[in-house]
């Protein structure tokens, strides 16, 4: 790479997902980190509870993020070649358990106020 | 000492604050100021390299005239065909239109460039119409000798067990149609490639691999062979590279043919045949001879030469190359060894390396700064020394992301993160997803 920017970087994301779709997921992480940070405030504490399923759910964001980036790009677990490949899938499925944990405990704060 | 003639004055002061404001608050990130010129800049070839490269000028020059000369209404997004050909991407994947990545302000000329006069400084069209430059870059890309292959055309590509990637978009699904049926019936395939300086020297390799990946989960090991043929003595021109190679071909059970030349080919019978080259052992002397290789699917890379204008015009190297026509140029500068107006970009380079989009990518910006230090009457520091650039598919899910110089040496991007030869998901997942991206980056003069 030549003058890897984040500019640059930018432009690729943009690229790989179209401009609209790209920065509409941009904004749709920012919202949910939002309402995420709003509950917090909001409630003033954690909910175990409701921590609890968003915990439960972190596996299959996990897997779901795995084979959603293998479906897209054509490659299996069998792909897995070297150290670099295990952190890069361990990278994705921490990204896609955490941001299934924070959408999770957001929506149950959102909706099911008063069950808890 | 005093200031004369700075106001004092409160609304001189708010005037300042107003000013330092205004410059605070435009063009961030900080650009250096345009460069005013009246230059005539003429760019032939609006592929990757003229493209990328008048989009960085717009940014840099204020009031030059700028024409780009291209008949070519679609652009190919070249480093796709592999993939294409391998059936993991439509034809489409590579194909937009010319104009969607020209800037503003600029003038296209859609015809072909017919002949250049490099001492009057003036290049006529194929319609005629004639443009004078100040500063002239070639970059019109090369032409595929199909015709140097006996028996074989385009219109054979899909059929009979015959590929050609090259070719273009659709040839290059056809190729799959063809590749396709042989890793679903097995038999088998011949790879070649030409005796010629290439495109990308890894896309025949990338070729073998994958057809033999995708036919091991499909038809099956034991059902089918590939034979992999070159006119070269080495597998691949980095020596290290070569060795990694014959290594992999070695586990995937590849066989090779060096030094295997295709002459002419026997479409009705599937027969190819080959001059193979041998030095005698006493006399050192090359000793030819035919060699016929059946086939089921074999796939065809043609000879590759600089375009007919360019051999004409007396650019070309006159003492390499010369069956070729690449421009003589410098190969740190890319300048004209002859005449210092003119530079070469991409493909039509006569330089050692370079024929990928990954090479245009560090070539632009050494172009760009030597032509804007000639417009300002300094000579320009950039220097290109050679990188090219290959994530070489080893199977479908893996690639080994291969980047080397002008020495063979290899240059690594992330040393220490991606091992350069090594089979990689990571390296696959960047030919898949961020090649295309930072390619597009690329046009746009933004990479």
Request: charged share 20%.
């Amino acid at each position: 790479m030549k003058e890897l920017t984040f500019e640059t970087l930018i432009a690729v994301f943009e690229e790989i997902f179209g401009q609209g779709l790209f920065w509409a997921m941009v904004v749709a992480a920012l919202l949910v980190t939002a309402a995420y940070l709003y509950v917090l405030i909001r409630d003033r504490s954690m909910s175990m509870r409701k921590f609890l399923l968003a915990q439960l759910s972190m596996p299959f964001g996990a897997v779901a993020s795995v084979l959603f980036i293998q479906a897209m790009t054509d490659s299996h677990f069998r792909d897995i070649g070297g150290p670099i490949d295990v952190i890069v899938l361990l990278g994705v499925a921490v990204l896609g358990a955490v941001g299934t944990a924070i959408l999770v405990y957001t929506a149950q704060s959102l909706f099911r106020r008063k069950s808890t | 000492m005093t200031l004369k003639g700075l106001s004092t004055s409160r609304r001189g002061f708010l005037g300042l604050g107003a000013a330092g404001l205004a410059t605070a608050g435009l063009g961030l990130p900080a650009r250096a100021a345009k460069l005013a010129t009246k230059a005539r800049i003429v760019i032939i070839g609006a592929g990757a390299a003229g493209t990328a490269l008048v989009n960085r000028l717009v940014e840099r020059l204020e009031g030059a005239q700028i024409t780009i000369v291209d008949a070519r209404a679609e652009h190919l997004y070249q480093p796709g065909l592999s993939l294409v050909a391998a059936g993991l991407k439509p034809a489409s994947y590579t194909l937009s239109q010319t104009t969607d990545w020209l800037p503003d302000g600029i003038a296209l000329v859609a015809e072909n460039a017919a002949a250049i006069d490099p001492i009057a400084k003036i290049v006529a069209t194929t319609s005629g119409q004639t443009v004078a430059y100040d500063f002239l870059i070639v970059a019109p890309g090369l032409v595929l000798d199909h015709d140097a292959i006996e028996g074989f055309s385009l219109d054979l590509v899909g059929q009979n067990g015959i590929g050609a990637l090259y070719a273009g978009p659709d040839y290059a699904a056809k190729t799959w149609v063809a590749a396709k049926r042989f890793t679903e019936e097995g038999g088998l395939a011949v790879m070649t490639r030409p005796a010629t300086e290439m495109k990308c020297a890894g896309a025949p390799l990338k070729h073998a691999f994958l057809v033999e990946d995708i036919a091991s989960r499909t038809v099956g090991l034991g059902k089918f062979e590939v034979h992999y043929t070159a006119p070269q003595g080495a597998l691949f021109g980095v020596p290290i590279v070569a060795e990694k190679v014959r290594m992999l071909f070695g586990q995937r059970g590849i066989k090779t043919h060096m030094s295997h030349k295709l002459v002419s080919i026997e479409p009705g019978q599937k027969r190819a045949m080959f001059e193979k080259t041998e030095l005698d052992a006493a006399t050192k002397a090359e000793i030819k001879t035919m060699v016929e290789l059946p086939y089921d699917y074999l796939h065809v890379i043609p000879p590759q030469r600089a375009p007919e204008v360019i051999r004409q015009s007396g650019l070309s190297w006159a003492d390499k190359w010369t069956d070729q026509g690449w421009v003589e140029v410098d190969q740190k500068t890319l300048r004209h060894l002859r005449y210092p107006e003119i530079f070469a970009l991409g493909d039509v380079a006569g330089v050692p390396k370079g024929k990928t989009a990954a090479s245009v990518k560090w070539m632009v910006p050494v172009v760009e700064d030597h032509l804007i230090a000639a417009i300002e009457g300094r000579e320009g520091t950039e220097v290109y020394d050679g990188y090219t650039s290959c994530p070489l598919i080893t199977r479908v899910g893996r690639a080994m992301l291969v980047e080397f110089d002008y020495n063979n040496n290899l240059v690594p991007s992330f040393p220490g993160m991606i091992a350069p030869l090594e089979e990689l998901w990571i390296s696959w997942l960047m030919k898949e997803v961020a090649l295309k991206a930072t390619y597009n980056a690329m046009l746009r003069g933004k990479a």
